[in-house]
Nanobody
């Protein structure tokens, strides 16, 4: 059974940092790209960042470039999202998801339950 479990969310002041983790199980981790998405109240879900587990290539939304860093520990089947210089507009539920084929452009078929990130001003 496939599981994606996010952790590391919480409440932080603006300018602070958090590190989110996405622990994956039930599928061949190296065959998938892992993406981070977020959804704020009243807004559509948006892509934040993605990493290919095969070659480590990454991409980021313009809104988080230079502040967020995605990384992968293939030995632990875990992807991290280091979030620095957090802003109130980063407040959202953050989800990780997996796309088969290692490309961040593929369909994300597996999703976690989400973790809340709240940034106070």
């Amino acid at each position: 059974e496939v599981h994606l479990v996010e952790s590391g969310g919480g409440l932080v002041q603006a300018g602070g940092s958090l590190r989110l983790s996405c622990a994956a199980s039930g599928f061949t981790f190296d065959d998938y790209a892992i993406g981070w998405f977020r959804q704020a109240p009243g807004k559509e879900r948006e892509g934040v960042s993605c990493i290919s587990s095969s070659d480590g290539s990454t991409n980021y939304a313009d809104s988080v470039k230079g502040r967020f860093t995605i990384s992968s520990d293939n030995a632990k089947n875990t992807v991290y999202l280091q979030m620095n210089s957090l802003k109130p507009e980063d407040t959202a539920v953050y989800y990780c998801a997996a796309a088969y084929g290692s490309s961040c452009g593929n369909f994300f078929e597996y999703w976690g339950q989400g973790t809340q990130v709240t940034v106070s001003s």
